[in-house]
């Protein structure tokens, strides 16, 4: 089967690019295949995240182990599409360049079966410019009053942490 991707740029303006590509086509392939297709050189870090439908970013897929063997972690050169899109599960979100965080939400659109002398991936539809650079980021966490500082709050003074003895605490 042939997967049809929409891949749009997280920003006010209407940025994104439709993608096709072979079910069995590893998230490398992908990954090379958006880089081109939005004009990157292809040579930062990048990741994908497994994303539910409220696009909630789940497990990580990435370009390169960066855990030195300290963490098991899925590589896209060794996970296929298909282990991780169908028609239930349509929602990736990509990062690229973790410096400049490029963020894009990816949507199975469709499946098809393949055409008689197109090559894969094809770069189907393109839409909006990319902007020079990409837009702001603002993280902040979720105020969660629940949670309380194992010290109370008010015994832990940040403005002066010179008066913490670290050898006295450190494992």
Known sequence: MIYKFRIVLDTLEDVFRDIEIEEEATLEDFHNAITQAFGFDGTEMASFYISDNEWNQGE??????????????????????????????????YVYDFFSMWTFYVELADMVEPEDGRDYPNLMYSHGQLPDSPPDKNFEAEQDDELSNDYGEEDVDFENLDDIDFDQHWN
């Open 60 to 93: 990580e897929i990435v370009l390169f182990d960066m855990s030195e063997g300290q963490n098991s972690v899925r590589m896209m050169n060794e996970t296929t599409l298909d282990t991780v899109v169908s028609q239930d599960q349509t929602k990736l979100i």
